[in-house]
């Protein structure tokens, strides 16, 4: 597993308080697509289905305080 960037773990740390993509683009100032694609990585990358079982691999790996 790569260190996580700064956007991807803001992210991450977003989709766990249980904000929508749209709300977390609209946070980071970026375009929902790009959070759209890296939530898709990360989901793919720990073997989540959901933002919610993406959180608790990303807090059980350490990733997430």
């Known amino acids: 597993w790569q260190a996580l960037t700064e956007r991807e773990r803001a992210v991450l740390r977003h989709l766990g308080e249980g ?20 939530a898709a990585r990360l989901k793919r990358e720990l073997g989540a289905t959901s933002a919610f079982t993406l959180a608790v691999q990303a807090m ?5 305080h």
């Open 19 to 38: 904000l929508t993509q749209r709300e977390i683009a609209r946070l980071l100032g970026v375009h929902v697509r790009t959070v759209e694609g890296i």
């Open 60 to 64: 059980r790996r350490g990733l997430l």
